[in-house]
């Protein structure tokens, strides 16, 4: 089974630009959860989507959105960018499930803003 | 507010020796726990989870113990190798919000030859 998988893996943008990135979930799995790696603040999450709706959200500012669509697929999206926006960002997959479910998440896409 | 806490930045080890990591957490609503590792500029790959009715769950050198009335949980590598060298990120969440993982800062794990 193919793992979870993010494009693109690197991007460079300046600021004031807005960037999408993409996170295709493990076939069969229709939750995707996205978080934010920086040096620091850790591993934070940002929001998960379950069947096109977001399901849960983390602390973060609104230039920071996402979708999901029909097939599983998400996009996340962040607006107005920022220098702080630097950071690698992870997408995971799960079943969905309500309980003791297990996050599997991709090899990120490392955003450097310049 | 830190829910999940590794005190420990970074942890050196003889390859051949026993790795203990450690993880405490704050809050009791929490009922699934995960242990991932990972390298720099990579995704963390899941190595194990202990459920919160469990105390101890095992997966080959790999063993992870649960304290619920400490609020405490650890992760045994036995024997360590050379290439268990990397951060080690503990994890928890919630029934209800599965796909909500809050992570602790992670333990860089040295494992010397």
């Known amino acids: 089974k193919a793992g979870v998988t ?3 893996r690197y991007l460079i943008k300046t600021r004031g630009q807005q960037v999408t990135l993409s996170c295709s ?3 069969g799995h229709r939750s995707v959860s996205w978080y934010q790696q920086t040096p620091g603040q850790g591993l934070q999450f940002l929001f998960e989507y379950f069947s096109e709706t977001q399901r849960n959200k983390g602390n973060f500012p609104g230039r920071f959105s996402g979708r999901q669509f029909s097939n599983s697929r ?3 999206n962040v607006s107005t960018l920022e220098l702080g926006d630097s950071a690698l960002y992870l997408c995971a997959s799960g079943g969905g499930g309500t309980t003791q479910e297990t996050q599997y998440f991709g090899p990120g896409t490392r955003l450097l803003v310049l | 507010d830190q829910q999940v806490k590794q005190n420990s930045p970074s942890l050196s080890v003889q390859e051949g020796r026993i790795s203990i990591l450690n993880c405490d957490y704050t809050n009791s609503m929490f009922d699934y726990f995960l242990w991932y590792k990972k390298y ?7 190595l194990i989870s202990i459920s919160s009715i469990k105390d101890k769950n095992e997966d080959g050198r790999f063993t992870v113990f649960l304290n ?3 609020k405490h949980l ?3 590598i036995v024997p360590s190798q050379p290439g268990d060298s990397a951060v080690y990120f503990c994890a928890a969440n919630k029934a209800g919000n599965t796909g909500k993982l809050i992570f ?5 794990l040295q494992v010397k030859p």
């Open chain 1, 25 to 27: 979930p493990i076939s």
């Open chain 1, 6 to 8: 993010q494009t693109p």
């Open chain 2, 40 to 46: 720099p500029a990579e995704g963390p790959t899941f």
């Open chain 2, 104 to 108: 602790g800062q992670g333990t860089t």
């Open chain 1, 74 to 76: 998400s996009e996340m």
């Open chain 2, 68 to 70: 619920k009335s400490a």
């Open chain 2, 74 to 76: 650890s992760l045994h």
